[in-house]
């Protein structure tokens, strides 16, 4: 989006871990964990002299937990004790006062997460974006369906929205769109507008066509713990490679977890070498290699979403994609055949064979400007 619409200057970007080479814009780019880490030691040195009570109200907070109590789960995993809780708001108030300096210093117009969950320092910016009325907007970075609970099945909150959650959430589609308005329309604050995958639309408005009918490759997208070799490669699979025509690109998660020696060797000894390729997140862009291939599986990779935007078609092969991607499945992009089922196999490479003769173009869409 930045090069796009050539915003190298009206940006900052805030990365909170590894900085690469290969980072772009890298003037633009602040090293917020190596500031942040500053900035913590001297809090606490300060904190050390300072008198200030804390004032704790925590509403009904006995009866929460005791209802949770209830239920057969490791509550004491969950981290929601209230020394816990208290705790966490000390976090977050040991770094807001870095995040005030610096955004009342830079008045930024928006400030937008990829993933606004999760990090203790992401929701000390939130809350204190949200406390001086900047824009705060979470941009999708995978998917955002009805079993995410960071986007769905908010059933109780307040209707100005909590002020450690972003004010707006920018969506790749419309389904992903849908699965905040659910929750978010009982709100006065919280909106959601569609803006598209950015780096797909990136790519496709690069992208120079040629003849789209030859598609090469089998897509299949895996996923990282709690699957093993075997469990993404199951005999159904490698019965499946093993019968058809296709070359398969396996493509591993960018979090991959999977000894790459172990399985080259899986490889080997199914007689799979010669028709697969394991290719890594980064050495080819993801848009280009769905959009050689005649279609995509998946057990639930974010990849669907993708797929579905560049018209590739996407089988669903494990019952909790089938869950997550309920609203997609369509049978026309996007299909659901059971692994387990005695047909499996047939089914699998009838629809690859429907696959192989089609032929369609690529989709292009318009790339977002950030700063409209």
């Known amino acids: 989006m930045i090069d796009y619409h050539n915003l190298q200057n009206d940006v900052y970007m805030m990365e909170y871990q590894k900085i690469y080479d290969a980072s772009y814009n890298k003037k633009a780019i602040i090293p917020l964990s190596k500031y942040l880490n500053y900035h913590k030691l001297l809090a606490k040195l300060s904190n050390r002299f300072n008198k200030e009570i804390n004032v704790l109200n925590l ?54 997460f990829l993933g606004y969950y999760g990090l203790d320092d992401i929701y000390s910016a939130l809350l204190v974006a949200n406390n001086l009325n900047i824009e705060t907007i979470d941009f999708q970075h995978g998917p955002q369906t009805n079993v995410h609970l960071a986007f769905a099945h908010w059933n109780k909150l307040p209707i100005k929205g909590f002020n450690t959650m972003p004010k707006t959430f920018w969506n790749w589609d419309n389904e992903s769109k849908n699965s905040i308005d659910k929750w978010a329309n009982k709100t006065n604050t919280i909106k959601s507008k569609v803006v598209g995958q950015p780096y797909v639309a990136y790519w496709t408005s690069k992208y120079k066509s040629s003849d789209e009918s030859k598609k090469q490759y089998v897509f299949y997208s895996l996923q990282t713990s709690p699957f093993s070799i075997e469990d993404l490669l199951t005999p159904k699979i490698v019965k499946l490679i093993q019968v058809n025509i296709y070359h398969w690109i396996l493509r591993l998660h960018p979090r991959n977890n999977l000894n790459l020696d172990m399985l080259d060797r899986f490889l080997l000894i199914n007689n799979l070498k010669e028709k697969c390729t394991v290719q890594d997140a980064i050495s080819s862009p993801l848009p280009e290699v769905l959009n050689s291939s005649m279609a995509h599986i998946t057990n639930y990779s974010g990849c669907l979403i993708e797929a579905r935007l560049l018209n590739v078609p996407t089988i669903l092969i494990n019952i909790a994609g089938k869950e997550m991607f309920n609203q997609y499945i369509d049978d026309k992009l996007v299909f659901y055949i059971e692994q387990d089922d005695e047909g499996f196999i047939k089914n699998a490479e009838s629809k690859l064979e429907v696959f192989s003769k089609l032929s369609f173009k690529t989709k292009k869409t318009s790339v977002y400007n950030p700063l409209e």
């Open 59 to 112: 509403n009904n907070y006995h009866a929460f937990y005791k209802e949770l109590s209830n239920y057969n789960i490791n509550i004491t995993a969950l981290g929601v004790s209230e020394k816990e809780i208290i705790d966490w708001t000390n976090r977050l108030k040991l770094t807001s006062s870095f995040f005030e300096k610096f955004f009342k210093k830079v008045k930024p117009k928006k400030v937008v």
